[in-house]
């Protein structure tokens, strides 16, 4: 339930929550958004519900047709999302070795400690965590439009809406990059950190390119 009052952040507040669902593949591709019902979910007028999926239309998460519908990407793109993510999450994250703090490094291992806990927690919380750990790296390189165009990629990666699972081994195996990754910011060296990033993106890529292979 959403209990900020103002128009415009009531409809940034539901903005917010439905991308947020639609990233972690908890909103499914193809599904049919009726603003009656997000209304009365989300206890938020009709106004605010059709800014954001308006918001959301824009961004190419949403279209209409004969209503709202969650959109799915083009298997195509990948190459070329990925492509995005070597170049803005790996410089960022070299930035990020220079100017995060403790707090920055004690999340992100908080983050990594929860996903550790697979065989408890589901897919879509899993998702959530690894989404909230590179957008805290980015975030940490303090450059707004770093945040901004990585907001780009993720949507068109997560966007993808095809049946693409990590195995467990896979899964766990990330993870012990991403621990990797915090090693680096936290000995604060730039290097080694974008380096670690880069190796760890280019990974995710072979995982969803083969998986894409079989489609």
Same mark, same amino acid.
């Given at each position: ?154 949507? %068109? ?17 990330? %993870? ?40």
């Amino acid at each position: 339930m959403i209990k900020r009052t103002g128009g415009d952040l009531l409809a940034a507040d539901v903005y917010k929550t439905l991308r947020t669902k639609i990233l972690t593949l908890e909103i499914k591709p193809r599904t049919r958004l009726v603003e009656d019902e997000i209304s009365a979910t989300l206890n938020v007028g009709r106004t605010p519900v059709r800014e954001a999926l308006l918001r959301l239309q824009g961004e190419g998460l949403v279209s209409r047709d004969r209503g709202w519908i969650v959109e799915e990407g083009d298997p195509a793109d990948v190459p070329l999302i990925f492509e995005s993510r070597l170049a803005i999450e790996s410089y960022a994250t070299r930035l990020a070795a220079d100017r995060i703090d403790a707090d920055g490094i004690g999340g992100l291992r908080d983050l990594v400690a929860r996903m550790d806990e697979l065989d408890s927690i589901t897919r879509v919380e899993l998702n959530r965590l690894n989404r909230e750990f590179h957008e805290s790296i980015v975030r940490a390189s303090k450059n707004p439009f770093f945040m901004e165009m990585y907001e780009r990629t993720q949507y %068109n990666y997560w966007n993808l809406r095809l049946p693409i699972l990590f195995t467990r081994d896979q899964a766990m195996e990330s %993870n012990v990059q991403h621990k990797d990754i915090i090693d680096a910011l936290e000995q604060r060296d730039g290097d080694l950190a974008e380096a670690r990033s880069r190796q760890h993106i280019e990974a995710t890529f072979r995982i969803v390119r083969d998986a894409l292979s079989g489609f």
